[in-house]
């Protein structure tokens, strides 16, 4: 019940990311004195629609996306006699700019306001890295498997940490010498060891280097090869440690310290989305490793299918701010993909407009009248070729879901 909840949830927040792209134009462009004709969600045979003032609202039954019909978007659309002063190719360059990224700022306000209730509601990634000691502890000699949460034996005393003058705010540099930039570097510098380690310590900006007796320990640590994207089941072994306690993984916000840190965390997810773009080319092989009876990889895109289905299993367990910074993921790529200067999309209509302004000012210099509209017709084949293969990707990505969709939870 919960995973088909999660399942509908998802498919409605896509949804509705979708149709405030759409009312970004729309509000936009009737903001600046343009007609916008029809505002729709969904392709496909219509479910209904109303007209309010000169604009027709509706539904369609395929809910693949949407669209927000502006009088003269291009000079070839056909123009009604009270349309002809404000179609959209006529106005001035700004206001075809502000128009065509008004769906883009939309994404990327939704997407923002998505990462504040995370904030406020669970708590962000701590964007303290470095190895900061929180407090010093016991070194409990056992660790706990999964059926009990990885929880550790009761231990007394001091640790190794605390006997060598380790102190709670003491940033740890190195082990041996290798440097430690974070507290998982500092982990996984420690684990290996066995005997005394000397640690560099940077204490008030004072640089101490304590000999510590690292203790071994049983814990359920990561194999090699696994990582975020492609995690694999942990293993006990054997370890060193010195008994530190990192800072919590993930702080809380109130909300006005929220704004600040949503921003810095939006600014981290905007770096991530810019290469999962970059990649999507290379991840076609992957795709088709997968369709045809290969491992899905946790890191492979996925459909409007896949990733309702996803959001339904985190759902399930319990997992909703994984299911809200999902949303919040989904439009950022949703804005930075319609950023691409490539026609249909927003970015390849923001293309022509910067080139036909670009144009018309050195025209201008050299004491020329302005340029006529570009061609778009001349544009055509470009754009049936980029829907082409972006249609065939989009298949692609819908069959892996269906026939090996990826696996989040064994």
């Known amino acids: 019940m919960v995973f088909a909840l999660g399942v509908v949830l998802f498919a409605l927040g896509i949804a509705l990311s979708i149709a405030l792209h759409e009312a970004g134009h729309m509000w936009t462009a009737q903001t600046l004195g343009m007609k916008v004709r029809r505002y729709y969600i969904g392709f496909g045979p219509k479910i209904f629609s109303f007209r309010r003032g000169e604009t027709e609202y509706g539904l369609k039954a395929i809910p693949a996306g949407g669209f927000c019909d502006i009088a003269g978007m291009t ?45 406020v509601g669970w708590g962000l990634p701590n964007p303290e890295t470095r190895a900061v000691v929180e407090k010093t502890v016991c070194v409990a000699p056992t660790q706990a498997g999964k059926e009990s949460g990885y929880a550790l034996a009761t231990c007394t005393g001091d640790g190794p940490a605390a006997a060598a003058g380790i102190r709670a705010g003491d940033v740890i540099t190195a082990v041996n010498g290798t440097e430690t930039a974070t507290f998982g570097d500092l982990v996984k510098a420690t684990q290996p060891l066995s005997g005394t380690a000397d640690f560099t310590i940077d204490r008030d900006g004072q640089t101490l280097v304590l000999p510590v007796q690292v203790q071994q320990a049983q814990r359920w640590v990561n194999p090699p090869g696994s990582t975020l994207e492609d995690p694999l089941p942990p293993v006990s072994q054997e370890v060193g440690a010195i008994g530190v306690g990192a800072p919590p993984g993930i702080v809380q916000y109130s909300l006005l310290s929220a704004i600040p840190a949503s921003v810095s965390y939006t600014g981290d997810i905007f770096v991530q989305t810019a290469h999962a773009l970059t990649q ?82 050195i025209r201008k210099m050299r004491g020329l009248a302005a340029g006529g509209p570009v061609d778009y017709m001349k544009l055509m084949p470009v754009t049936y070729v980029f829907v082409v293969l972006g249609g065939a990707y989009m298949l692609l990505t819908l069959t892996a879901d269906i026939v090996n969709p990826i696996q989040l939870f064994p």
Request: hydrophobic share 55%.
């Open 280 to 361: 999507m080319p290379a991840k076609v092989v992957d795709l088709w490793d997968a369709v045809t009876g290969g491992e899905r990889g946790k890191d492979t895109p996925i459909s409007v299918v896949g990733a309702s289905v996803i959001g339904g299993e985190v759902a399930e367990e319990g997992l909703w701010q994984v299911f809200i910074g999902m949303l919040a993921t989904l439009n950022f790529f949703l804005g930075m993909f319609n950023l691409l200067p490539l026609l249909p999309l927003d970015g390849g209509h923001i293309a022509v407009t910067v080139y036909e302004k670009i144009r018309n000012s």
């Open 75 to 119: 000079a070839i659309d056909e123009l009604a006699d009270d349309e002809v002063d404000r179609a959209m190719y006529k106005q001035k360059a700004w206001k075809r700019i502000v128009v065509m990224s008004g769906g883009i700022v939309m994404n990327f306000v939704l997407g923002f306001v998505l990462i504040v209730v995370l904030a």
